[in-house]
């Protein structure tokens, strides 16, 4: 894919199937679902659909984590929407019989809420109704592992803006004006860490990603990878045109087997559709991306010990000044953001800095 004109068709042609009037069946293939034998029911999906020649009727969707995960397995059924909460295999025959064939949602399965209020849609749930999801908003509704779904839901539109129509600073700007701050808990200005960058003297600048998560129980950047692994790449691209960058790194954890299964897939695919690689959308612009793993040495989550541990040494924290933008992975200008800072990236290039700084409260 050289150029916008074939990524829009792509879109185009991809979201025809989404609308092609049959059922999609979404099934979580998040950790905590996977743990609980949701890919078992998809394999039980794909056999009642097989033997009941159901292949024009329905459609089986792997997709990333809903957020629900007490409830889980879960599935969804579109284009209702009904969404079915605690699914074991032993319910699969009663899904595609009484909701596929006939036409009628499986009572029983449908999520009751802590009041014992039976709710129909997972939209309705008090856990989903007040939320406004930017960073998720592809998680749970596509297959992350399906580069054209992605591309459907506006996936590289941000990517192909910037680097036919934005210049690097027009880049930096907007996410400066839009007070995107880091997620990873200090809050320091994202656009200002890319300007620091940018200014930085150096043949050579690098772009990484800290995917490494060492709280305890934390899922935050693990749903992201799991469920929307391309949200990732293109922002990481987006930065490297920002700042002058050709080369990336994802440092994540080894703990994260799935989320590192889809990265690497997603990376893969990203460059055999020409988002990765060389010479992006017919620009001068080229980007690669590689993953490191961790170990899962908790240090290694501070920015310096992060960038140590990927040239290959022991993961420990050096002395700053220097900053990583001006002096870090392998002695040159560095980025490091964190997966959620990257994931709010191509909705603001796409919607617009004022549109992201009207969201939260007035100082958040």
């Known amino acids: 894919m050289k150029t916008i004109a074939e990524l829009n068709a792509m879109k185009e042609k991809r979201g025809e199937l989404f609308g092609a009037g049959m059922h999609h069946v979404l099934v979580c293939g998040g950790t905590g679902c996977t ?27 792997m997709t990333g984590c809903f957020g629900l995960c007490a409830k889980g397995p879960i599935v969804v059924v579109y284009p209702e929407g009904t969404f079915y909460s605690l699914v074991t295999v032993a319910d699969v025959e009663d899904i595609v019989n009484e909701h596929i064939i006939n036409g ?7 999520h009751k809420e802590e009041t014992g209020e039976t709710v129909m849609k997972l939209e309705d749930t008090e856990f989903m109704k007040k939320q406004k999801r930017v960073a998720l908003r592809n998680c749970g509704v596509i297959n992350p592992e399906c580069i054209e779904e992605y591309i459907a839901r506006d996936g590289y539109q941000a990517l192909s803006k910037v680097v036919t ?48 998560e060492g709280d305890p129980g934390a899922f935050m950047d693990r749903s992201v990878l799991e469920g929307d692994p391309h949200v990732v790449i293109e922002a990481m691209a987006i930065a490297a045109y920002a700042i002058g960058s050709n080369q ?13 299964q889809r990265l690497q897939k997603a990376i893969d695919d990203a460059k055999a559709y020409g988002v990765l690689g060389n010479n992006i ?52 200008p560095t980025i490091l953001n964190n997966v959620e800072t990257y994931a709010n990236v191509p909705a603001i290039i796409r919607n617009g800095a004022a549109w992201f700084n009207a969201l939260g409260t007035e100082k958040s």
């Open 165 to 212: 129509s934005m210049t690097p600073q027009e880049v930096i700007d907007e996410v400066l004006a839009s007070g995107l701050r880091g997620r990873g808990g200090a809050g320091f200005p994202t656009g200002r860490k890319w300007a620091f960058a940018k200014a930085s003297q150096g043949d050579v600048k690098y772009v990484c990603c800290n995917a490494d």
């Open 248 to 260: 990336g790194y994802v440092y994540i954890r080894a703990e994260y087997p799935i989320a590192v």
């Open 35 to 61: 743990s609980n034998k949701s890919m078992a029911i998809i394999n039980a999906l794909k056999e009642q659909m097989a033997a009941k020649g159901l292949e024009k009727k329905m459609r089986i969707v």
């Open 104 to 110: 009628k949602p499986v009572e029983r399965l449908l």
């Open 281 to 332: 959308f017919g620009s001068d612009f080229s980007f690669n991306l590689e993953i490191r793993l961790g170990a899962g040495a908790f240090v290694c989550g501070e920015e310096t010990a992060l960038m140590t541990s990927i040239e290959g040494k022991r993961g420990e924290p050096r002395p700053r000044p220097p900053f990583p933008a001006i002096k870090g992975l392998f002695g040159k």
